[in-house]
């Protein structure tokens, strides 16, 4: 059982929906008048105002005009846009190569103060080492099927974005599963090296690491997918098959509970360098 990344979407596109079922209304036009001034069959104009199909641009524009609403049409279509990038497959990400996703996320870096993460499969972007990085992309490029061509690329990009972990009014509250420190991305050196890093920046401060071991029970949270909460504005949840990024107050606020939750389970300091420097003597 996990947090629902998909019902930000869901909730973002019935309040476009009811903004033009309310437009229509204001108008007072019927579904079928209105079906019959865009020129379109009125089962659309049903499956419009009940969130069960996504307007297009041309759709709200139409809509609107109908209406004679055509000053609300700017707005709508900002917000139906910004509803259809909450959850993006990576597939469609993918198209501008792996190098333009990690540099795309550069004005959200660079505007965040604070970054709460939780990393229950890979090590956390900002902490990863370039020779980690560029194993990591190579196995997601294959899996994706965009060819690792793009692999040093996106590391490389990847890396000059996690500069802002040394740079500016930033602070980082990291967590990671302690079966992280155990997965081995790339070769021995590589994992040794990432580890090894891991020690390093534990000592910047900015940053707080905390590691959750596997013995801990597991009351009151169970491990989940890796989430990102950017301030207090944004929540970004990587999933196998899409990036979704929520922004719903209420989703916000749970993802929030569930981090303080997790990190009630970490040990930080001394005991987070122990698992880290007994994971590292296990492959060395």
Excluded at 58 to 66: G, H, L, N, V, Y
Excluded at 174 to 180: A, C, F, G, P, R
Excluded at 261 to 273: E, I, Q
Excluded at 279 to 284: D, P, Q
Aim: hydrophobic share 45%; aromatic share 8%.
């Amino acid at each position: 059982m996990s947090l629902s990344p998909s019902s930000s979407v869901q909730e973002a596109r019935k309040a476009i929906a009811r903004r033009l079922r309310e437009i229509r209304l204001d108008a007072g036009l019927s579904g079928r008048q209105i079906a019959r001034l865009c020129g379109w069959h009125p089962s659309k104009t049903s499956r419009l105002e009940n969130a069960h199909a996504v307007p297009t641009d041309a759709d709200i524009r139409a809509w609107c005009a109908a209406c004679r609403a055509e000053d609300r049409s700017a707005d709508l279509i900002a917000a139906s846009r910004s509803a259809d990038s909450m959850y993006v497959e990576w597939k469609r990400m993918h198209r501008s190569g792996l190098r333009g996703i990690q540099e795309s996320y550069l004005p959200l870096y660079q505007r965040t103060r604070g970054f709460r993460i939780y990393c229950s499969n890979v090590m956390p972007g900002v902490l990863q080492t370039p020779e980690y990085a560029a194993a990591l992309f190579e196995v997601i490029a294959d899996f994706h099927g965009v060819g690792d061509r793009t692999a040093p690329e996106a590391a490389n990009a990847r890396i000059e974005r996690s500069q802002v972990i040394r740079e500016g009014r930033h602070h980082f509250a990291l967590l990671i599963e302690e079966t992280v420190l155990r997965y081995q991305v790339g070769d021995v050196a590589t994992m040794a090296g990432q580890l090894g890093h891991l020690l390093s920046v534990m000592a910047l401060p900015a940053v707080s690491l905390g590691v959750i071991p596997f013995s801990v029970p597991r009351h009151r949270i169970w491990p989940q997918e890796t989430f990102s909460i950017f301030d207090e504005n944004t929540v970004e949840i990587e999933l196998l098959t899409a990036r979704v990024m929520v922004t719903a107050p209420g989703e916000i606020e749970q993802y929030e509970n569930a981090f303080l939750r997790l990190a009630d389970l970490a040990v930080y300091g001394d005991a987070a360098r122990k698992l880290i420097r007994t994971a590292l003597a296990s492959i060395e």
